[in-house]
């Protein structure tokens, strides 16, 4: 593993997965966890490297990659998790992830391996947004379950715009925050949590500083090369925050994969490679329904417009979230619509 300092005190944890550790007044702040727990004890032994030992672990999205590793931690140092609600339920239940690739049913062998079945953890922190909060309206009602199966007493504190949250536990404190850019407060850390939604429903990016550890929100050129079509859930959302990501006011951009961008020309570019990249599975799904298709042909098709070679069920799966994803924008737009012919669900064209 690369370790990287991309400010004083900031690092970036380049592997196959990267993770952030930011430390201070001998304590460190993990960002994600890596797949396992081999990628959990390096960042470990960075944090000992640096004579740190860890204060709190903050998990952005809840993919295998980057939380498989939590668990470890949480058993060998009993270190607090944070993580953005629904993201937070999925790595609690990690059964969802295979779970959902395989539309739903009991997965297939080969969706319960590391890769896509994480160990679950326990998240302490649960992050609400303020969309989270506007849906759940009385946040006291949404969380007054959630707190007394935890033997929990719920209380409100009005800051501003924002909410927070606090349900106090007998012996251990968890806190419930509604928040944007809100700074929240980790040990001697003050960090900023920004939605970054898209790649996964609720995924967020953690700023340290001058840092913005913004997860898979942007995927370096050699990954758009590989998979052609990045992972996304909700390809609107994804568009938008790849629109919003360099207007943000940071100095870097630490990204789960590949190196961290400056800000300015450098991570506008790569934003604007995967807002294309995007765009462009968009219309070529929209060009081939010239004839209505049901989703495996489109699938083929676009895969085989973009030359790419799918080798697994996995690697099947998760392209055919992106075409999904494509087909809900377009639908989204009035430009799709889904109809059934003969017992067979048909895209057409509007
Ligand atoms: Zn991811």
Redo the contacts with the bound molecule.
């Keep these: 593993m690369k370790q990287v300092e991309l400010a004083p005190g900031i690092f970036h944890l380049q592997g196959g997965s990267n993770m952030g550790l930011a430390v201070q007044d001998g304590k460190g702040l993990l960002i994600d966890a890596g797949l396992d727990k081999d990628a959990a004890r390096q960042a470990l032994r960075a944090a000992e490297g640096l004579g740190v030992t860890l204060e709190a672990v903050f998990l952005t999205?809840a993919?295998a990659?980057?939380f498989g590793g939590a668990c470890f931690l949480q058993q060998r140092l009993g270190v607090p998790l944070y993580a953005p609600a629904l993201e937070a339920a999925m790595m609690e239940h990690p059964s969802l992830e295979p779970l959902y690739l395989f539309g739903g049913a009991a997965p297939i062998g080969e969706l319960r391996g590391k890769f896509t079945l994480a160990q679950a953890c326990r998240i302490e922190h649960v992050i609400l947004n303020r969309q989270d909060a506007k849906n759940a309206k009385e946040i006291r009602g949404d969380l007054a379950p959630l707190a007394s199966s935890r033997g929990t007493t719920p209380s409100n504190t009005q800051r501003g715009d924002y909410t927070t949250t606090k349900v106090v536990t007998t012996g251990k404190e968890t806190t419930e925050v509604v928040t944007t850019n809100y700074p929240l407060e980790i040990g001697p850390f003050r960090v900023e949590v920004v939605p970054l939604p898209g790649?996964?429903p609720n995924q967020v990016g953690v700023a340290v500083g001058e840092v913005l550890f913004c997860?898979?929100a942007v995927f370096p050129a050699e990954t758009l090369e590989k998979h052609k079509l990045t992972?996304c859930v909700d390809l609107d959302e994804t568009l938008a925050t790849l629109r919003r990501l360099p207007e943000l006011p940071y100095a870097r951009f630490a990204p789960?994969h590949g190196p961290a961008y400056e800000a300015g020309e450098e991570i506008a570019r790569a934003c604007a490679a995967n807002r294309e990249r995007l765009e462009e599975v968009r219309e070529r799904v929209y060009a081939a329904l010239e004839v209505p298709q049901e989703t495996p042909a489109l699938l083929q098709q676009v895969a085989d417009a973009f030359g790419l070679r799918m080798t697994t069920a996995t690697a099947y799966l998760l392209t055919q979230t992106t075409v999904l994803a494509a087909l809900s924008s377009l639908e989204r737009a009035g430009r799709v619509a889904v109809a059934m012919e003969s017992n067979r669900l048909v895209w057409r064209r509007t």
């Design positions: 999205h993919h990659d980057h790649h996964a997860a898979d992972f789960g």
